[in-house]
T-cell receptor, first 115, second 114 residues
């Protein structure tokens, strides 16, 4: 089984609808992240969380909200979807090593289309 | 603010030829640098990373990268590419070692000619 899973993998929704993307991990990592990928723009950080009580905005948080329901679960919500939120969304996790190094592990992605 | 520039949007290389993908970064402190690869329709896979120490780092799939502080660069190299290397490559810099998230470049699309 994959260490970082995302549901759904594909979703088509209409403008104005509320939608939630879910991420679960079995790696036991404290930190979780949401990124979006747009063609030609690379990945950009939306939100990240250090633990269930700590949520931080990333570069492009407007129009999004998140919920860290448990250490292993981190959800991304679009309260009122708009077409320019059509993108590929990635969840990632990370944990420190004894050396202080961090490494991020990415889920398979959710392709969201807003019509 | 930190940033990453990948100057080449597309690169075409013949199979068996050598490869170098360029990456320049802007970061105020000691950078933590990463290269990821994304195959078509797939997620991201970490190729290699630099945190400290030896400036030449080895990664998976025969890739290596060299950190040059004086040039603010972290170029990715491979001596002989295979058709399976065709993919999108992303360079990234991490704040707090990557703990606070990564800033990615826009990517370089690698095409392999037979």
């Amino acid at each position: 089984d994959a260490d970082v899973t995302q549901t759904p993998r594909n979703r088509i929704t209409k403008t104005g609808k509320r939608i939630m993307l879910e991420c679960s991990q079995t790696k036991g990592h404290d930190r979780m992240y949401w990124y979006r990928q747009d063609p030609g723009l690379g990945l950009r950080l939306i939100y990240y969380s250090f633990d269930v009580k700590d949520i931080n905005k990333g570069e492009i948080s407007d129009g999004y909200s998140v919920s860290r329901q448990a250490q292993a679960k981190f959800s991304l919500s679009l309260e009122s979807a708009i077409p320019n939120q059509t993108a590929l969304y990635f969840c990632a996790t990370s944990a420190t090593k004894n050396t202080g190094e961090w490494e991020q592990y990415f889920g398979p992605g959710t392709r969201l289309t807003v019509t | 603010a930190q940033s990453v520039t990948q100057p080449d949007i597309h690169i075409t290389v013949s199979e068996g030829a050598s490869l170098e993908l360029r990456c320049n970064y802007s970061y105020g402190a000691t950078p933590y640098l990463f290269w990821y690869v994304q195959s078509p329709g797939q997620g991201l896979q970490l190729l290699l990373k630099y945190f400290s120490g030896d400036t030449l780092v080895q990664g998976i799939k025969g890739f290596e990268a060299e950190f040059k502080r004086s040039q603010s660069s972290f170029n990715l190299r491979k001596p002989s590419v295979h058709w399976s290397d065709a993919a999108e490559y992303f360079c990234a810099v991490g704040s707090g070692g990557g703990a606070d998230g990564l800033t990615f470049g826009k990517g370089t699309h690698l095409i392999i000619q037979p």
